[in-house]
């Protein structure tokens, strides 16, 4: 069985930097992803982040890039995503998601992934 959990996430400034973790425990395939979508109020969810096991591969959100990286610790099936330069409009609940596997094309739909956490709030405050 296959469980997500985030840790992370709070109240910051502009400007400021956060960090987001998620734990991906039951995980038995070598070419998992995970990855991290978003949610805010009254909109739909985005991708922002993911990452494959197999050959490190990532993608990103155009408006994080530069701002956001994830990195995935392999033997702990742990990703982080670190956030700098937070900008009011990256307000949101933020969701970790999790698969056995899929081709590279597939990490930005959140229709792909089977597992999710429970989400975690990050605000920015202008």
């Known amino acids: 069985q296959v469980q997500v959990v985030e840790s992370g996430g709070g109240l910051v400034q502009v400007g400021d930097s956060l960090r987001l973790s998620c734990a991906a425990s039951?995980?038995?395939?070598?070419?998992?992803?995970l990855a991290w979508f978003r949610q805010a109020p009254g909109k739909e969810r985005e991708f922002v982040a993911a990452v494959m096991w197999r050959g490190g591969v990532t993608r990103y959100h155009d408006s994080v890039k530069g701002r956001f990286t994830i990195s995935l610790d392999n033997a702990k099936n742990m990703v982080t995503l670190q956030m700098n330069s937070l900008k009011p409009e990256d307000t949101a609940v933020y969701y970790c998601?999790?698969?056995?596997?899929?081709?590279?094309?597939?990490?930005?739909?959140?229709?792909?992934?089977?597992?999710w956490g429970q989400g975690t709030q990050v605000t920015v405050s202008s």
């Open positions: 039951g995980l038995t395939s070598n070419r998992y992803v």
């Open positions: 998601a999790a698969d056995q596997g899929m081709i590279v094309s597939s990490m930005t739909s959140a229709h792909n992934y089977d597992y």
